[in-house]
């Protein structure tokens, strides 16, 4: 649009009313785009939104529940040390001028520590002082920068540096008023401001004892917390705490150190000089490991959440948390993202609930729903092996839905019965010598998913030893599979639990030791006299003889019958109950099986990407001028993919003159220029800064680097690219 006016003016132009504001999509208009199975991608999205807010909802009370003791702990520590500072005998007197400082060791996953870092300073904004800092290393890489976070935390205003103030007295001639100097003592006059607090001296002891209680609400501790202390600048932090020690007997301070590692981080950071300021209490967390294993008990491990993660997947999340970060966090976003990916790329995901619920919806499926059943792996299975069906099924679709809802019950069932063996199977076998079906419970679920556990060596080794256990190790353990099963609602779990309370009965009922017949005891005992005399080398190996068929028809003891009658009991609950997933029908429908889509979004790989962007840019800029053949580049592509393109067919050794001269060939070329002229491919000033930007790019991003062999050559860093 354009003016005929030559003079100079405002021009206004009203827009057009075909240009429509394009409307935010929100999530559901995201979920369903794309997605296969678009008629029934409402229900879909809907039980997926239930089931992550289920997610979130548990991990955050579960958050709560085991870091509970640990910040009760914390604070109660500083809750003491603000009132330590109201005594006045000598030993609080001794302690006031050591700055209160909280070792809390936290463990190496620092995906988690923001979590326990926000509830902490919530909770003690809520109940001890409204005065907390939470630094972290990266935004305080020098003491100017510690003191200026510090004061504009605590306080709520804004801190000007001595610099910065005197560049805007030189600009505006005149003193910034609402900006505050950074320096502790404007904190200790801020603070005694705020507090309204009295010298100590113009009141009497008996006066200071009836009042302490007021006193310590009315001169709250100013905490500051360190999130990394690993990661700080040790000399930023010895000045820091050299300069608050000056000030601890006008300003309550308390210091809480995040620690990742372990406590003798503090006295590697900080000299004794310095540590000697400090007064430190060391607070140990609960360890990652514990922590992961009771969110897969309250998410995975049980029948009450619906969707599940076949073996590949859970073996992917489990080693994404045990070989990069440890983060439980990570862990949880991993599963978010598992349920998220198989609600969007399987349309019977509307399946995927409670018994009840999917009952119902499985009398509602189309017919396209239907047919995708049909065509189930699982489900073809089962309609093998009912022949009189089969033909029914293919074709009824009414006989169908009332298959499923059958089919759909037993998977729920399946899933009640499952867990509760999983465990008991995990209490007998995780104390025995050597952990033949794994240390946790994670460990044997996994084998469990993959085959029939009872088929695998590891299972026959471990059974052996149960029948190899003393009573009072037997008893024990078959207790606590009884309390295991004693929650458990199912026909199925009742009656063996009935049958493990009349085992534990016969156990109570038997005697501490084995009757033996005297007769028996003498036969069975000779030919071990008969070892301690002399004999010969026939003579031994007759005795030995004797003494091995002795063994063979020795009668068991009635414990061991009874101990062996327990062992086959519990074989045959896992036999029954602990079949892998994949053996039932619609399995499919609870179950995410595509481990390379989580391990692609999990596990980035970075140079993997970069390689593709430049070696094919049509799929990234979507320029129809870009396409090419396969193993090709466009001479119109950016010149860092022309560069790129052209380091591949070089060798160890990059010589810098060819690779221009063959660069500047291929941009001529893009430029439709004649290459019968003279000029074509001349190298000119704009292609050699163009060449040299794309070669620094490459050597950015780690493709190349320069070498000391060759001056006017560089070095090929990566192999088997695109």
Not at 39 to 61: G, H, P, V
């Amino acid at each position: 649009m354009a003016t005929s006016s030559f003079s100079r003016g405002c021009f206004v132009f009203k827009p057009s009313e075909r240009k429509k504001q394009k409307k935010s999509l929100d999530l559901e208009s995201y979920f369903s785009h794309g997605c296969e199975g678009a008629e029934s991608s409402e229900m879909r999205f809907k039980i997926c939104l239930d089931l992550w807010n289920q997610i979130k909802t548990e991990t955050e009370a579960l958050q709560d529940e085991l870091h509970r003791n640990i910040l009760d702990s914390l604070l109660e520590f500083t809750r003491k040390c603000s009132s330590t500072r109201q005594h006045s005998d000598w030993a609080s007197q001794m302690r006031a001028s050591e700055i209160p400082t909280a070792a809390l060791v936290l463990g190496v996953n620092v995906p988690d520590h923001d979590m326990t870092f926000q509830s902490l300073s919530e909770l003690l904004r809520d109940s001890v002082t409204p005065h907390v800092a939470s630094l972290q290393a990266k935004e305080c890489g020098a003491l100017k920068q510690l003191m200026k976070r510090v004061l504009e935390r605590v306080m709520g205003t804004v801190v000007d540096d001595d610099e910065e103030e005197e560049e805007e007295i030189q600009q505006t001639g005149s003193r910034p008023h609402q900006n505050v100097h950074c320096s502790l003592q404007a904190l200790c006059d801020w603070y005694i401001s705020k507090t309204k607090a009295r010298p100590r001296g113009n009141s009497s002891p008996g006066k200071k004892r009836s009042a302490a209680a007021t006193d310590q609400h009315r001169q709250p501790p100013v905490v500051i917390i360190f999130k990394d202390l690993e990661a700080f600048n040790p000399r930023v932090l010895q000045d820091f705490i050299l300069i608050c020690s000056r000030y601890v007997q006008r300003l309550p301070l308390m210091f809480i150190f995040g620690i990742a590692t372990a406590p003798s981080t503090i006295r590697h950071m900080l000299p004794n000089s310095v540590s000697s300021l400090l007064c430190i209490e060391l607070f140990q967390s609960l360890s990652c490991t514990q922590h992961l294993t009771t969110v897969i008990d309250k998410l995975i491990l049980t029948s009450n959440f619906p969707f599940k993660l076949n073996g590949r997947v859970m073996q992917v999340l489990v080693s994404v948390f045990l070989y990069h970060d440890f983060s439980v966090r990570n862990f949880i976003k991993g599963l978010q993202l598992a349920l998220l990916e198989h609600f969007h790329s399987q349309p019977l995901s509307s399946l995927c609930c409670r018994k009840k619920a999917a009952q119902l919806h499985a009398r509602q499926l189309g017919p396209d729903d239907l047919e995708r059943i049909r065509r189930l792996p699982s489900f073809s299975r089962f309609v093998k092996e009912e022949e009189e069906e089969r033909d029914i099924l293919m074709t009824d679709d009414a006989q169908l839905k009332d298959v499923c809802q059958k089919l759909l019950k037993d998977l729920h069932k399946y899933h009640k019965n499952y867990y509760p063996i999983l465990r008991c199977l995990h209490t007998l076998t995780s104390s025995l010598p050597r952990y033949p079906l794994g240390k946790q419970i994670r460990e044997l679920h996994l084998i469990c998913l993959e085959k029939n556990v009872w088929e695998s060596e590891d299972y026959q080794s471990a059974m052996k030893l149960l029948r190899m256990l003393a009573k009072d190790e037997l008893i024990s353990l078959l207790q606590k599979c009884a309390e295991v099963l004693q929650p458990v609602k199912s026909k199925q779990m009742k009656n063996a639990r009935v049958q493990l309370e009349e085992l534990l009965a016969k156990f109570k009922q038997l005697d501490a030791a084995a009757e033996v017949a005297p007769g028996e005891e003498d036969n069975l005992t000779s030919p071990v006299t008969d070892l301690q005399k002399k004999t010969d080398l026939f003579q031994l190996q007759k005795t030995l003889l004797e003494m091995n068929e002795s063994r063979r028809s020795k009668r068991r003891s009635p414990f061991e019958l009874l101990r062996n009658e327990a062992v086959e009991f519990i074989d045959s609950l896992v036999k029954n109950h602990l079949s892998p997933p994949e053996s039932k029908p619609l399995y499919e429908v609870c179950y995410y099986s595509s481990s390379a889509t989580v391990r692609r979004h999990l596990n980035a790989t970075p140079r993997t990407s970069i390689q593709a962007a430049l070696g094919r840019p049509y799929n990234y800029i979507q320029n129809d001028g870009l396409k090419a053949e396969d193993g090709t580049v466009s001479n119109a592509a950016p010149d860092i993919c022309i560069a790129y393109k052209l380091h591949l067919e070089c060798g160890r050794l990059i010589n810098l003159y060819d690779w221009l001269e063959a660069y500047s060939t291929v941009v001529s070329a893009a430029e439709d220029g004649d290459p019968d002229s003279d000029g074509f491919g001349k190298v000119d000033e704009v292609k050699h800064a163009r060449f040299i930007r794309a070669v620094s790019e490459l050597e950015f991003l780690g493709f190349i680097k320069a070498t000391k062999k060759k001056t006017d050559h560089v070095a090929r860093l990566t192999w088997g690219g695109c």
